[in-house]
């Protein structure tokens, strides 16, 4: 598979491995990756998940707003807390990251917004308009109506929360790392 990123190309092959360089900025904990040409790649912080994915610039808008937002970079999840070395296992998730092209984080969050069109899958509603509603800690399971279970601990969802939303990242990630709608 070839991957265009501001302007270079190169192979996503296992055969022809693009050349990156990771590099600690200052004495931060933040690593940049960088393609052989220069280009910036991805941004990783030691004992972060998240991952600043570089990629073209997408505008954000919200239908009640005027204001808007340009960004080019994505943000993907790692599944372990990023250690501080770049590695052969953080190469191979770079390679897949770059390539992938389902919604990141701030994709999913806009699922969620005013307007925004409802989404099922298995007769559950995965994404939608979602309110605040009235108690800041509505949580996927409210939103969406269903028991979840964490570990030993048995959530209910909250009747009066039924599509209510504190935080619409959490719907795509999963605020507890077992859960999630998607």
Not at 138 to 163: C, K, M, R, Y
Request: hydrophobic residues 35%.
């Amino acid at each position: 598979m070839l991957v265009a990123l501001r302007g270079a190309v190169w192979s996503t092959s296992r055969d022809s491995r693009p050349e990156w360089t990771a590099t600690r900025v200052g004495d931060s904990i933040r690593i940049e990756v960088r393609h052989g040409s220069g280009i910036l790649l991805a941004e990783l912080t030691d004992g972060g998940r998240t991952v600043r994915k570089m990629g073209p610039s997408r505008i954000w808008t919200e239908p009640s707003l005027d204001a808007q937002v340009t960004e080019d970079p994505s943000g993907r999840l790692l599944a372990e807390p990023y250690d501080g070395s770049f590695d052969a296992s953080d190469a191979s998730w770079l390679r897949w990251a770059l390539a992938d092209t389902s919604p990141d984080v701030l994709a999913v969050a806009f699922e969620y917004i005013t307007g925004a069109p409802d989404q099922v899958r298995g007769g559950l509603p995965i994404a939608g308009d979602a309110s605040y509603g009235p108690d800041p800690r509505a949580h996927f399971n409210d939103s969406l109506g269903v028991q979840w279970t964490h570990g030993t601990e048995v959530d209910p969802p909250e009747p009066e929360e039924i599509g209510s939303l504190d935080a619409p990242a959490s719907c795509g990630w999963g605020s507890d790392t077992d859960s999630g709608c998607r």
